[in-house]
């Protein structure tokens, strides 16, 4: 059995979604959710299909990686987590972190760079498009190798919110079937 750690900081609608992907698949698991939030909407979502989670504090977070030492994980996936991992845990999963970033990098990246600011951002430069960018995670925020981009329409009215929701259509789509075929 394949295993995937989820990181996720907010409302873990991507997290939903890539749990129940996977969800009657014999060979491939969502294991466990970590969270740094404890009111986060993400844990609802894994006590609704009984995931084990995790709350870690920063202490927490940097160990981790020592933790983990005899623990099977092939993936794992920052879906919206929000604070930076720590080396450890990059050199202890060399190649098997994946985040997904609302832009299409390297434009719209780096630190500050989340959720609606990213859109607000997008809109206010009137760029005519903006997407989704699935990388590997190395120790500079937004900076790994790009694994899948796919890209959208930015429409002359589109709000944040709408710009959003085109955005989770394409993550939801293309983030489970990433991860489906880096852990075949
Ligand atoms: C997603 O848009 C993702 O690209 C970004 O954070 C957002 C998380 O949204 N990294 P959700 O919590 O999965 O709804």
């Not at 120790?139 to 589109?158: A, F, T």
């Amino acid at each position: 059995m394949k295993n995937i750690v989820i990181f996720a900081s907010g409302t873990g609608s991507n997290a939903e979604n890539i749990i129940k992907y996977f969800k009657n698949n014999s060979l491939i698991q969502v294991g466990l959710i970590v969270c740094n939030k404890s009111n986060a909407g993400v844990l609802s979502i894994a006590q609704n299909f009984n995931i084990p989670f995790l709350i870690v504090d920063k202490p927490a977070l940097e160990q981790l990686a020592n933790d983990w030492k005899n623990e099977k994980i092939d993936l794992i996936v920052l879906a919206g987590f929000l604070w930076q991992i720590p080396d450890s845990l990059i050199k202890a999963f060399p190649n098997k972190i994946l985040n997904i970033h609302p832009s299409l990098l390297p434009k719209y990246g780096g630190k500050g760079m989340y959720g609606a600011k990213v859109h607000e951002a997008v809109i206010s430069n009137h760029e005519k498009e903006s997407g989704i960018t699935i990388h590997y995670v190395n120790e500079h925020y937004d900076e790994g190798e790009i694994i899948l981009q796919k890209s959208c329409i930015v429409n002359l009215n589109e709000t944040a919110e709408s710009l959003s929701a085109k955005i989770h259509f394409l993550e939801f789509e293309f983030l489970p079937l990433t991860i489906e075929k880096l852990l075949q």
